[in-house]
């Protein structure tokens, strides 16, 4: 079992329904509406809720960050590459996030974020030189990491392959790459791949890839956070795929004016 805790991680984990939830724990300090409501959703969930001191809940949790609330959850069971691989019934272009070497659980918190609001189909984690998927994660992320679908792998060079063999364009985030990732047309199945904090991509996985994208800096730093830069490319290849907005029809006067002599 592993322990959530923040009241969007434990909220989004009952709402997803992708993991089984023992009990949640709330501190008897705390009553609120937001509480009161997680509590309701609890009760609607079947899930028990039982009451703990704040301190209780800081040695469960082991920070002082909990919010007062804490949920005990089944184990995560993570996807393999053939379970991203399954067409999309709406027939749209995958999108795909692998990340070589991120070690810092608040960017990887940041960048499940952005996966989710982003519509990213799958993310991609190394067993190894990852940040594992804790619940500082799951806090950093607000919830979100209880929504996205995460493939764990033993080799990300050989998974990387395997999409390539799929007609998956593979497409590394360094900044000596080019073009830049504007001038790339991501209507296409794709994965971005992301590097490690401050080293970037490692030379094998860089090989791997089909195309190298860069962001350009107008500033003296060559680079951005890998969080951020991840975040910037997420969504330009969301803004490519978004259909045409229709275009807007005049709206007609509901009031008509009659002219002189009418």
Not at 51 to 75: C, F, I, M, W
Not at 76 to 87: H, S, T, V, Y
Not at 146 to 166: D, P
Not at 178 to 191: A, E, R
């Amino acid at each position: 079992m592993e322990v959530l805790y923040g009241l969007h991680p434990v909220e989004e984990a009952i709402r997803s329904g992708s993991r089984q939830l023992d009990h949640v724990s709330v501190a008897r300090e705390r009553r609120d509406d937001r509480l009161e409501s997680l509590i309701q959703l609890c009760r609607t969930a079947g899930i028990r809720v039982s009451l703990e001191s704040r301190d209780q809940l800081t040695r469960l949790a082991r920070t002082d960050a909990h919010q007062g609330v804490l949920a005990v959850v089944k184990e995560r069971q993570f996807l393999g590459i053939e379970d991203l691989m399954r067409p999309k019934l709406d027939g749209q272009y995958r999108f795909f996030l692998a990340l070589d070497g991120v070690e810092d659980p608040h960017n990887l918190g940041a960048l499940l974020r952005t996966a989710d609001g982003a519509g990213v189909d799958g993310v991609i984690l190394p067993e190894r030189r990852s940040a594992p998927v804790t619940a500082t994660v799951a806090k950093t992320s607000a919830g979100a990491s209880e929504h996205v679908r995460i493939a764990r792998v033993t080799n990300l060079v050989r998974s990387l392959e395997q999409l390539k063999q799929k007609n998956v364009w593979v497409l590394g985030l360094d900044e000596r790459g080019s073009p830049d990732y504007t001038d790339f047309d991501f209507n296409t199945d794709c994965v971005l791949v992301l590097g490690r904090e401050g080293a970037g991509l490692h030379d094998l996985v860089k090989k791997t890839c089909d195309h190298l994208l860069r962001i350009p800096m107008a500033g003296k730093v060559s680079s951005l956070n890998v969080s951020v830069a991840g975040a910037i490319v997420m969504y330009e290849a969301m803004r490519q795929r978004r259909p045409a907005a229709a275009p807007k029809t005049e709206r007609k006067s509901a009031k008509v004016r009659k002219g002189l002599g009418s």
